[in-house]
Each structure stands twice: as C-alpha cells, then as structure tokens.
C-alpha cells in the first residue's frame, strides 16, 4: 500500500503563491506586528498591504486556516498563514 501525501487547497495556494513571488513567511506576533522570517524585520500592520486570498482546512494543524498575501514598503512579498481573517 504506498503512502499518499494529502495536498490540501491552502497548500495549493501557499506553492502557487511562492511562484507567483511571494517567497517570504510572516508570523504574526503577539503585539500585532508582523515578522518576515527570512530578513527578521518587524512590521506594523498598518504599514503592509494585506489580502487574503483562500479560506480552508488545513489536515496538518486540524484547524481553518486563511492565506493572505503581505507586500511590504521595501518590497518583501510573501505569505501569512492565520486562523482568523484580516
């Protein structure tokens, strides 16, 4: 019996998404600022442009996840990964 890996919609769009440029990952911290993980620079919300762009399931954490795109002042792109939306 071969193992299958499970591609879920937010996985799609997280692939998809890094081809389109948006190569960077960003948390969003506990003082509601956002941090690019490849650069570790902090951003103030109200600084970034923010989009969402798929609501799903995720199978990994077992919880709906939204996919919003970041675009920053400097010209970082990249993903967030949130439960809630923006």
């Known amino acids: 019996m071969k193992n299958r890996i499970r591609t879920t919609n937010i996985t799609k769009k997280v692939i ?6 948006y190569d960077c990952d960003f948390l969003l911290l ?14 103030p919300v109200s600084t970034v442009a923010i989009k969402e762009r798929e609501h799903g399931y995720d199978f990994f954490s077992h919880s709906y996840k939204h996919v919003h795109t970041i ?3 400097n010209g970082e792109r990249g993903v967030l990964l949130t439960e809630k939306v923006f």
């Open 16 to 21: 998809e998404l890094q081809e389109q440029g």
């Open 30 to 43: 506990a003082n509601g600022s956002l941090q690019c993980m490849q650069t570790n620079l902090n951003y």
């Open 71 to 73: 675009e920053t002042g």
